[in-house]
């Protein structure tokens, strides 16, 4: 994405159209840093146990804008990040929180850019860029249930390698986008970036296995919050 970006300057003559080398570069930086607490985090995992569930009476109050609007919860949901756990499992918590971060800004940036850079890049129309977006979203849905099933079903590959996959499968298909300025490059980053549709979905599963049943929601609800930040 860095070179792609840098040799978009160099053929519009200075001007950076959506600062595409910015973009860029700080696309490829996230992805390295998403990729290296992926490999932190995948040490780690072996080592997890379930942990013992208990009932939890906290919420009382059955009036919905009572719920709504106590910031008791908020509190909760904090403690609950910041809560002292056995076998690392707070660090692992902080990595996935900010893996999905990462996942979810350079995402969203690459999707802003994406109209433009194919305009300019490759000479696209209008017509042509739907045509292709709706190939990209066809082939995408197909394969990503083809591998989801073929990884999870019959590989049984554990929370962090799909993650990790998924990161891994995202990067090269930036890279390749980036690099080789061709249409031919766009279609290719299609299958390359398949995987990468199960990131969300497997960090969130990974979370709700290393907290209580009654801190699926509180941690849910956080993510949440960090994923709707974000595209602001």
Known sequence: MFSGGKLLMVCSEGSQLRTY??????????DAIALVLLFLLRLSE???????????????????????????????TLKCLF?????????QIFLLYIVLFITVITTTGVQV??????????????STITTFSAISQVLSM???????????????????????????????????????????AAYISIPTGSLSGIAIVSIRTKLSKLVTEEEVGKIF????????????
């Open 21 to 30: 080398y910015i973009n860029f570069s700080v696309s490829l930086a996230f």
């Open 221 to 232: 609800s956080l993510s949440s919050t960090i994923e709707s930040l974000v595209r602001l």
């Open 142 to 184: 197909a394969l990503l249930a083809f591998c989801s099933a073929l990884l999870m079903k019959w590989l049984k590959l554990l929370d962090g390698t799909l993650i990790l996959l998924s990161q891994a499968s995202r990067f090269a298909s930036d890279l390749i986008s980036g690099i080789l300025i061709k249409p031919l």
């Open 46 to 76: 072996k080592s997890n146990k379930k942990v013992d569930i208990s009932k939890d009476s906290s919420i009382k109050s059955k009036n919905f804008l009572k719920i709504l609007f106590n910031f008791d919860h908020v509190s909760d």
């Open 83 to 91: 809560k002292r756990r056995d076998q690392r499992m707070r660090l």
């Open 113 to 126: 850019a994406a109209t433009q850079f194919n305009q300019i890049a490759y000479g696209w129309d209008v």
